[in-house]
């Protein structure tokens, strides 16, 4: 039996090698097969400076302005990120650049091709500045064996995601379309995210018709790749622009046609695998008996999701992406967001416009392997949340 286990431990470690030498092998293999203008030098790929072939197209200004610190309930500690956020946004302008013979790979990473080097707005050059540059795109696959890396010779506008999640399209894939004026009109529209109904119907409202989009599953040589700098960074800050566009996506509330939606809501991940809050029954059961309707907001169309937080006085639910729609609740209705205390993103702050309307409370995460902390599932005290249901709501 011991000896079973010390040779699935060793089968367990050897998997990763054996399919990263795989991609290498196959990454190697495609170079050689393409022809000398399309050929890209297989990854390890390097942090760089911006190429030489960049262009800027357009420059977005915005001054710093304030952040509306939340309100914080119960006894447990804050995270470090809470404490440690700072009384104003910094001064940080966007910009929408066009480099030419570019490569995209999919997950926002992109590369200059001549160059083989990261391009500044890849999320590795963007958000992990630690991370080695013997990682950066081993993570990505190759064309399959036999296939020629496809290129584009129009112009390719990407807002591109990391992660292929409702939160990530909702925040970042989406505010960045408001930046699509500055480039070509006739630009596709590219991105990896999952080109569904949601992407489609809000993409809508801010103009794309649904024809533009591409998904893009395989790397993409662009003779001209527009990237836009993020609008709303959930690591770090709103722009002006970011605003602008969850007004306008915001207008597809009214196409809910919800007259009479509930007035206190929360948002449940009761059905959510992932950074599971494990007495969450428990919670929504005294949410319930404050007269919150308890939703699932993935069972419903994007357009319903919007109405009903248009219509809501109480918001409440756990840390996620379903509490980011509060971006689209009144100004003068009050959320309240229960938190791990190991995942948590300033963005909901910066999307909470007023004093007194924003509140947290925060739980204990379960004790996992460092790589797994930020998916780790949690419990809250029971008693400190309704303790803050009844100061925060004034119930």
Same mark, same amino acid.
């Given at each position: ?40 030098? +297989? ?7 911006? +190429? ?52 995209? %790979?999919?997950? &926002? ?10 391009? +500044? ?21 190759? $064309?399959?064996?036999?296939?020629? =890396? ?13 992660? /292929?999640?409702?939160?990530?399209? %909702?925040?970042?894939? @989406? ?8 480039? $070509? ?5 590219? !991105? ?26 395989? +790397? ?15 690591? &770090?800050?709103?722009?002006? @622009? ?14 809910? &046609?919800?007259? /009479? ?10 059905? @959510? ?15 319930? &008996?404050?007269?919150? !309707? ?7 169309? =994007? ?27 009144? $100004? ?16 909901? =702050?910066? %999307?909470? $416009? ?25 419990? =809250? ?15």
């Amino acid at each position: 039996m011991l000896l079973i286990k010390r040779a699935g431990g060793l089968a367990w470690r050897l998997v990763p090698a054996v399919r990263s030498a795989g991609k290498r092998l196959r990454w190697r293999t495609t170079w050689a097969i393409s022809p000398g203008g399309d050929r890209l030098a +297989p990854p390890p790929w390097k942090l760089a400076a911006v +190429p030489q072939s960049a262009r800027l197209v357009a420059r977005y200004d915005a001054p710093a302005e304030p952040i509306v610190r939340p309100l914080v309930y119960g006894a447990t500690p804050q995270p470090a990120d809470l404490v440690a956020l700072p009384q104003q946004t910094a001064d940080r302008p966007l910009s929408l650049t066009c480099y030419s013979d570019a490569v995209m %790979l999919g997950r &926002r990473l992109f590369l200059s091709r001549a160059e083989g080097t990261v391009l +500044p707005y890849s999320f590795h050059a963007t958000r992990d500045r630690d991370i080695p540059s013997s990682d950066i795109g081993l993570g990505h696959s190759p $064309p399959g064996l036999g296939h020629r =890396i496809e290129r584009v010779s129009g112009p390719v506008f990407a807002p591109d995601v990391h992660f /292929d999640e409702f939160g990530h399209v %909702l925040l970042e894939t @989406i505010p960045a379309l408001a930046m699509l004026g500055d480039a $070509p009109a006739d630009a596709v529209v590219a !991105t990896s995210a999952t080109v569904g109904r949601s992407l489609l119907v809000m993409g809508e409202a801010l103009g794309v018709a649904p024809e533009r989009w591409r998904q893009v599953g395989q +790397p993409l040589l662009c003779d001209e790749l527009y990237l836009p700098d993020l609008p709303i960074q959930i690591y &770090r800050h709103i722009h002006p @622009i970011g605003r602008e566009a969850l007004d306008r996506l915001g207008k597809l509330g009214k196409l809910a &046609r919800l007259s /009479d939606g509930p007035e206190r809501i929360f948002l449940s991940r009761a059905r @959510i695998p992932r950074r599971r809050l494990l007495n969450e029954v428990e919670v929504e059961a005294e949410f319930a &008996r404050q007269g919150f !309707t308890i939703i699932h907001p993935e069972t419903l169309p =994007i357009e319903s999701q919007i109405g009903l937080m248009q219509g809501a006085r109480f918001v409440a639910g756990a840390a996620g992406t379903a509490m980011h729609l509060m971006a689209f609740a009144p $100004p003068e209705a009050r959320v309240l967001i229960l938190s791990s205390p190991v995942w948590f993103t300033t963005i909901d =702050i910066h %999307l909470n $416009p007023r004093a007194g309307r924003l509140g947290y409370v925060f739980g204990v995460a379960e004790p996992v392997a460092d790589r797994r902390r930020f998916v780790a599932p949690w419990s =809250i005290d029971a008693a400190e949340v309704k303790a803050a249901i009844r100061a925060h709501f004034d119930i």
